[in-house]
């Protein structure tokens, strides 16, 4: 398992300019009109989304679409891949289905919402606090770096090393 330094960050668009967007109003019935929003998602440090978007995509990239991508929070991780998207999913699942339509399809739409002080109080409240660390499973032995007569010096995946006795089942998968 390969651990980075991640983030889950939280951008506002504003200023939509592409064809139609819509929403229900609270008596369901659409909207139509240039709505601001929210997107949440993860990205490795020093590897801009937004700037990966526009590398990548040839068609409906982002920065063609909003007159303003401002990155309004991210929290950092040093964690695996898994354990980032891991807490994406969660951040996912709390904030609901995408409350939106646009006629555009853009890559991670499932992560854009309607922008409101509401949802950004929410999402700050399910992502991690930043003194939060993510633990992957308990470490794994590594390697033997030293055998003795009744205990072996073993390497762990975290990187720790500990004396661990030579009967141990651990051993037996090294």
Same mark, same amino acid.
């Not at 929003?37 to 909003?66: A, I, P, Q, S």
């Not at 807490?87 to 709390?94: Q, R």
């Given at each position: ?5 991640y983030r889950i960050y939280w951008r506002?668009?504003? @200023?939509?300019?592409?064809?139609? $967007? &819509? /929403? *229900? ?12 929003? =929210? ?49 994406? @999913?969660?951040?996912?699942?709390? $904030? &609901? /289905? *995408? ?12 992560? =854009? ?10 999402a700050e409240q399910v992502i991690p ?46």
């Amino acid at each position: 398992m390969d651990i980075k330094n991640y983030r889950i960050y939280w951008r506002e668009f504003s @200023g939509y300019l592409g064809e139609k $967007m &819509g /929403k *229900k109003n609270s008596v369901g019935i659409w909207e139509y009109g240039n709505f601001d929003l =929210f997107k949440f998602g993860y990205e490795e440090v020093g590897k801009d989304r937004v700037e990966m978007n526009d590398k990548y995509e040839t068609e409906n990239k982002w920065k063609d679409l909003w007159r303003i991508i401002k990155l309004r929070d991210f929290v950092e991780f040093d964690c695996t891949l898994e354990s980032i998207k891991h807490i994406e @999913g969660d951040v996912k699942t709390y $904030m &609901g /289905k *995408k409350d939106f339509w646009m006629q555009k399809q853009i890559s991670g739409i499932t992560e =854009f919402m309607l922008a409101s002080r509401k949802k950004e109080v929410e999402a700050e409240q399910v992502i991690p606090e930043e003194d939060w660390k993510v633990v992957d499973e308990e470490a794994k032995p590594k390697k033997i770096l030293q055998k003795g007569p009744s205990e072996h010096r073993v390497l762990f995946t975290d990187g720790s090393t500990r004396k661990v006795s030579k009967d141990d089942n651990i051993i037996r998968y090294l």
